[in-house]
Structure formats: C-alpha cells, structure tokens
T-cell receptor, first 113, second 114 residues
Framework: NAGVTQTPKFQVLKTGQSMTLQCAQDMNHEYMSWYRQDPGMGLRLIHYSVGAGITDQGEVPNGYNVSRSTTEDFPLRLLSAAPSQTSVYFC????????????FGPGTRLTVL | LAKTTQPISMDSYEGQEVNITCSHNNIATNDYITWYQQFPSQGPRFIIQGYKTKVTNEVASLFIPADRKSSTLSLPRVSLSDTAVYYCLVGDLMIYNQGGKLIFGQGTELSVKP
C-alpha cells in the first residue's frame, strides 16, 4: 500500500492564483482530513470528510474548498491564494472504528507571494 | 471540543525516562486521549491511545487517572532519535458521523541530548 499520498510536494503561487492540492489514500479509509501547519505551530484542522459525498468545516475553513467524490481522493482547493495561506498542508486518513489513529501524508509546502 | 494544555518544551538526556503531562479538564465522556509524534518536515505519527488507567505498547506508556482530567505520556529510556514534538489530543473519531474530529494543540518539543 502507498498509504496517504500528496501532490505536489512544493508549490509557489502568486497572490490571487488558485490551485488544488491533491490527496489520495489506498486504505479504503472513510475519514479524511486536511490540516495546515504554520512555522513553530501545531496543526489546525481545515476541513474533514466522513465519507464520499460528505464534508464539513474544521477550525480554519475560510479560503478553502473541498469535495469528496470518491473514498480515495480528497482534494483541497485554494480559491484565491493569499500570503496568509503560506503553510505546510497535511492530509490524513483513518478508519474511525479503530479509534483515533490517523495516517498522515508527507505534506505540501506552499508559499504564496 | 476539550482543550489540551502541555508544556511547550522539555529537555532530557539519552537513557532517561521522559514523562510529558497533558491537562484536559473539559474532556467528554466519550473522548479518548491520543498522543502523536512529529519529526521535522514530516506528518505526525500515532503513538498511543487510551480511555482510562494505563495503556502500554512497544513505544510508550500512557497513564490516565480516574478523573481523566490529565494524562501522562511516558517514554522509557529515550534516545537522540526521540527528539520530536509530541501532541496530546482528546476526541473520538469513532463518533465521526456525529461530528467527531481531532484538534491538535501546540505540542511539547522534546529535545534529547547525548
């Protein structure tokens, strides 16, 4: 199994540009989530999904959209990038019936100029 | 969601036992206590989870008193490779259909010295 994969690894955007961060998992996990981590800080929950077709907001959802059309994929869309969105983005997945263990991807480092 | 409070940083030496305490005064009845480890430039990794009393696995032990308002992660005989940030979380993803989610706090930066 590849686990949780994220693309791209690095991205530089200009203010106002849009882009999609990709996240995929091959473990048939129902639960997927997106976090952002700013330098020296903990992770903050952006959006999460409890299954295909179902998404909900986390702590810091503004400026981001998500969709979950399949169990495997959970893309995160930045509608109009701002410098405040410069961060490292982590995607995670889990099988909640097993408890609170989430499997994290390697992260996408995003810089908005 | 219950908020957690942990020390911002801790120092230790190789071979010592390290105990990191987390306070979660508003923990809900269905919440589990979970600890994650994060190395620089990597995503967090699950270490251990418990509901009450003591849980032990090959990596760590988790001590939870009867009132569940705090918990202690114990790392036996740490090595340099245990230098990382450790996060305490409370929540219950098993009720994900009722809004269960996990919120990370600031974490404890553990530095292990030779």
């Amino acid at each position: 199994n590849a686990g949780v994969t994220q693309t791209p690894k690095f991205q530089v955007l200009k203010t106002g540009q849009s882009m999609t961060l990709q996240c995929a998992q091959d473990m048939n996990h129902e639960y997927m989530s997106w976090y952002r981590q700013d330098p020296g800080m903990g992770l903050r929950l952006i959006h999460y999904s409890v299954g295909a077709g179902i998404t909900d907001q986390g702590e810091v959802p503004n400026g981001y959209n998500v969709s979950r059309s399949t169990t495997e994929d959970f893309p995160l869309r930045l509608l109009s990038a701002a410098p405040s969105q410069t961060s490292v983005y982590f995607c995670a997945s889990s099988y909640p019936r097993d408890g609170n263990e989430q499997f994290f991807g390697p992260g996408t480092r995003l810089t908005v100029l | 969601l219950a908020k957690t409070t942990q020390p911002i940083s801790m120092d230790s030496y190789e071979g010592q036992e390290v105990n990191i305490t987390c306070s979660h005064n508003n923990i809900a009845t269905n919440d589990y206590i979970t600890w994650y480890q994060q190395f620089p430039s990597q995503g967090p990794r699950f270490i251990i989870q418990g509901y009450k009393t003591k849980v032990t696995n090959e990596v760590a032990s988790l001590f939870i008193p009867a009132d569940r308002k705090s918990s202690t992660l114990s790392l036996p005989r740490v090595s340099l490779s245990d230098t990382a940030v450790y996060y305490c979380l409370v929540g219950d993803l098993m009720i994900y259909n009722q809004g269960g989610k996990l919120i990370f706090g600031q974490g404890t930066e553990l530095s292990v010295k030779p």
